[in-house]
C-alpha cells in the first residue's frame, strides 16, 4: 500500500494528515460495543500482581493474556467477567483514566521474559494494550541478550484520551500537545498488534513524478480507525519484530522497559549486550547513566534504532512521564528552578549539553527525515555503504557503493547522523571532538528536516517548519532562514567505536527492523554479526 495512492478529496486528506482523530473517552456510554483496558504499570516479574483496569458498555466480557513472540502462546483466559462503564477525566492523557481494578492476576513464575499483550473482548469490539514481563535469573544474564523496550516513546506517541507529546487539547486554547502524560490509561490501537496489511512510513514505491506528498500510513489510520501514531512507535511497529526474527534465529532475549532502566540500573548488570531498535527517540538523565556505566565496564550495546532526540523525566515512580520539548524554554519549570541539565528538550541543547553522540556516536539533530513525505520520497531506501571491510559485513559479500538494505526498505523514517567530510571517497566526522574517539562511519544517507520541493503547498504538508527551526535554533542559537538553511541537511549512518572496556555499534535508523521481518539476508547477516560478537 505505500506506494498506492486512492483517490481522496482534499478535505478528507487534510484530516487524516493534520487532524486530531485519537480515540477520547465519551461523555456517555456509545451504542455500539467499547472495551479499553489497561494494566497499573509496564512491566512485572515472576510473581508480580497484574491489576487491570477495564471501562466497557456490555454487560460482560472476556480478557486472554498472550505471549506475543515467535510462537504466540496464549497463557491465561478469563470469561464472563462483568462490564461496567466508568466515567474518564477529559484529560486523562495527562492525569490518567482513574478507572478501579476490574481484574487481578499473578505472573508464573514459568512465564518467559518478553512482551504480552492483554486482549480484551465485549461484543464485537476488541482492544488490546501491552506488558512486558521481566526476566528473572539473574545466574542466565551472562549468556542472553537483552531488550530494552522504547516505551518512553510509546508513551510520548499513545494518543488515547486525545492528547500525547505532538498533537493534544492542551495549553490555553485547548489545541496544543501535553507535556505531561500518564501511562494509566489504554493504548491507541495499533500500539500492540497490526495487520500485515498496515502501511510503513518509508515509502516502498517511488511516489508519481511531480505529485504532491502523500502519507500512506496516516490514511490508511485514518480510513481503518486506528491511531495516527501507529507506525510511529509501540509493541507492534518495532519491537515485535525484531524479538520475532531474534526467537526465531535463536537468541532468546530477555525484555526489560526504559522505566525498568531508570528505577533498576542494576537490572542491565551481567549482560553481555543490550539491544535497543526501532524508534528509540525519548530517554532519561538516568537512563542514559545507566547504560554510559554499563559500556564503560565492558557492556555492549547493539542499537538498530534512530532518532535519539528528546531528553525525559519521570515522575511518581514511572507513571507520568514529562517533555516539554519545543517550549521547554520557556515553560519547563527547571529552567528557572534548576537544575538545568534536567530541562527536557533535545540532548544537543545548550542547557543540557549532553549530545546523544556521547553514549551512541550518533545525534538526532544532525538526522531526522528520510523516505517518506517531502524527505527523499525516492531516495535509495537503504544505506550507501563506504567501509564493507568492517566486521560487521563479513559473509555479506557488500562492495562499497552497495545499498545496504534499499530491498527491505530500511533508511527511514528518521535517522540518526554526524557531521561528516568526505577524504578519499570515505567519511569522517567533520570535527573528531564531538563525535566518540576512533568511530568509524560504516555507511552513510542523506536526510533533511522540512519538506521543501516544488509540489510541496503550505498548510498541507505534515512536517511544516517547526522541526527545521527548533533544530537551527539547538545547533546555531538561531531559527532564522539562514539558521534553517544551513542545518536542513542531514544524514543517517551506522557507526561502529569502542568505549571504555565496552563497544557500540548504531545502525542509526527507525526502520532496520523492517530488514529482518521482510527476510533481507544481508541486513540479517550484519545483524547477526553484531549480536554474535556482542554475545561473545
Avoid at 515485535?240 to 530477555?254: I, K, L, N, T
Avoid at 531516495?379 to 563479513?394: D, M, N
Wanted: charged fraction near 20%.
Amino acid at each position: 500500500m505505500s506506494g498506492v495512492f486512492p483517490e481522496r478529496d482534499e478535505a478528507w486528506l487534510k484530516q487524516a494528515v493534520l487532524g486530531n482523530y485519537a480515540e477520547r473517552p465519551f461523555a456517555e456510554a456509545p451504542r455500539e460495543p467499547r472495551i479499553w483496558s489497561y494494566t497499573s504499570r509496564l512491566s512485572y516479574k515472576a510473581g508480580d500482581l497484574v491489576k487491570v483496569s477495564t471501562c466497557t458498555n456490555q454487560s460482560s466480557y472476556a480478557v486472554e493474556v498472550i505471549r506475543d513472540g515467535h510462537m504466540r502462546q496464549s497463557m491465561l483466559r478469563f470469561d464472563g467477567l462483568r462490564g461496567t462503564w466508568r466515567d474518564t477525566p477529559s484529560d486523562c492523557s495527562v492525569v490518567g483514566c482513574g478507572w478501579p481494578v476490574s481484574l487481578e492476576f499473578s505472573i508464573g513464575a514459568d512465564w518467559p521474559s518478553g512482551g504480552y499483550i492483554l486482549r480484551s473482548h465485549a461484543g464485537a469490539d476488541v482492544h488490546e494494550h501491552v506488558f512486558i514481563v521481566r526476566p528473572g535469573q539473574r545466574n542466565m544474564r551472562h549468556k542472553r541478550l537483552l531488550l530494552i523496550a522504547a516505551t518512553a516513546t510509546w508513551t510520548a506517541y499513545n494518543d488515547w484520551g486525545g492528547s500525547n507529546h505532538y498533537q493534544g487539547y492542551c495549553g490555553p486554547e485547548g489545541n496544543r500537545f501535553s507535556p505531561i502524560l500518564s501511562i494509566e490509561r489504554p493504548l491507541a490501537r495499533g500500539f500492540a498488534s497490526l495487520p500485515p496489511e498496515a502501511p510503513r512510513a518509508v515509502l516502498t514505491e517511488d511516489p508519481p513524478l511531480m505529485s504532491e506528498p502523500r502519507y500512506p500510513h496516516m490514511e490508511w489510520a485514518y480510513a481503518n480507525g486506528y491511531s495516527k501514531k501507529y507506525m510511529s512507535a509501540g509493541w507492534a511497529s518495532f519491537e515485535s519484530h525484531f524479538v520475532r526474527w531474534a526467537e526465531g534465529a535463536g537468541y532468546q532475549p530477555d525484555i526489560i522497559s526504559q522505566t525498568d532502566l531508570h528505577l533498576d540500573p542494576d537490572l542491565i548488570d551481567g549482560y553481555p549486550c543490550i539491544a535497543l531498535v526501532g524508534h528509540d527517540e525519548y530517554w532519561s538523565w538516568e537512563m542514559r547513566d545507566a547504560v554510559d556505566a554499563y559500556v564503560m565496564r565492558g557492556g555492549r550495546v547493539a542499537r538498530f534504532a534512530g532518532n535519539f532526540m528528546w531528553q525525559i523525566r519521570l515522575e511518581e515512580e514511572g507513571r507520568r512521564q514529562v517533555c516539554y520539548k519545543y517550549l521547554a524554554r520557556a515553560e519547563d519549570p527547571l529552567m528557572v528552578t534548576g537544575p538545568r541539565h534536567l530541562v527536557t528538550e533535545s540532548w544537543e541543547a545548550p542547557e543540557i549539553g549532553r549530545p546523544g553522540a556521547a553514549s551512541f556516536g550518533l545525534n538526532a539533530t544532525h538526522g531526522l527525515y528520510a523516505s517518506w513525505s517531502g524527505c527523499s520520497p525516492r531516495g535509495a531506501k537503504g544505506f550507501p555503504v563506504y567501509r564493507p571491510e568492517h566486521w560487521a559485513f563479513a559473509g555479506t559479500g557488500l562492495y562499497y557503493g552497495d545499498i545496504l538494505g534499499a530491498r527491505s526498505c530500511i533508511f527511514g523514517y528518521e535517522v540518526d547522523g554526524l557531521p561528516y567530510e568526505i577524504r578519499g571517497g570515505l567519511p569522517y566526522p567533520a570535527d573528531p571532538s564531538r563525535a566518540p574517539d576512533g568511530i568509524s562511519i560504516l555507511a552513510l544517507g542523506l536526510s533533511a528536516t522540512l519538506e521543501e520541493g516544488p509540489t510541496i503547498r503550505p498548510g498541507h504538508s505534515f512536517l511544516g517548519s517547526e522541526d527545521a527551526e527548533y533544530v537551527a535554533s539547538v545547533l546555531t542559537g538561531r531559527s532564522d532562514a539562514a539558521a534553517v538553511e544551513a542545518t536542513k541537511r542531514g544524514c543517517g549512518m551506522i557507526v561502529s567505536f569502542a568505549k571504555g572496556r565496552g563497544e557500540v555499534f548504531h545502525a542509526g535508523t527507525c526502520d532496520w527492523v523492517m530488514g529482518l521481518a521482510r527476510g533481507d539476508a544481508a541486513v540479517i547477516q550484519v545483524t547477526r554479526n553484531v549480536l554474535d560478537r556482542f554475545l561473545g
